[in-house]
């Protein structure tokens, strides 16, 4: 019962995000009509979106031996990126959960604290070609770091992650993207949409 209730959680935050998406890519294309995001210097970004986080903490190791199923983790995530060079990127960003860490152990939910984590890092636009006129699209991928703030146990540890990521208009964006945390044996799928400056 209580997991048919964490899924039911998990769908209608997914499709809360996924309404604003729309009506956010909505609003942009009727506003940026004879705006051109092909000829502006992007210089910094900052957006706001969901990562799910499917956590295997090498603590946990004992209940995972026992358990057939992790279950994803929700985290509200910050990300600001600002761009020196044409194609380099020095990307910040901050994850915080908004629920805890659940495992599915013999047929029983059990949850354990997911700790929020902040992180930096270089990422590199290996892909981009035009949509049309107004629109581009883009492949980034690169090494970062991250710090999982648990107060004393805090670590650091190295990820690599990606996105694909549209550009509309000026200043319009999504992204769609993905990452692994060493160390942590994290697998993270993230979303959001943003703006540029």
Known sequence: MVTVRFNRHIISAN????????ATINKAIASDKN???LKKSIHF????????????????????????????TSAYLFFMEFRP??????????????????????????YEKASPSIGTGLEFRLIQF?????????FEIGPLITMILDGKRSQLAPIVAGRIKIMRGENF?????????????????????????
């Open 130 to 138: 035009k949509l049309d006129s107004r629109s581009k699209i883009a």
């Open 85 to 110: 060079e044409k194609k380099v990127s020095v990307p910040v960003f901050f994850n915080l959960p908004t629920e805890a860490k659940p495992f599915l152990v013999n047929g029983v939910l059990v």
């Open 15 to 22: 499709l809360v995000i996924v309404s604003l998406f729309l």
């Open 35 to 37: 705006k051109d995001s």
């Open 173 to 197: 964006i999504m992204y769609i993207g993905g990452s692994y945390t060493f160390g942590v044996s994290t697998l993270g799928l993230l979303y959001g949409t943003g703006t540029v400056f």
């Open 45 to 72: 970004e900052m957006s706001f979106g969901q990562s799910l986080l499917f956590i295997s903490n090498s603590e946990l190791i004992n209940l995972h031996n026992t358990s057939n199923i992790i279950l994803p």
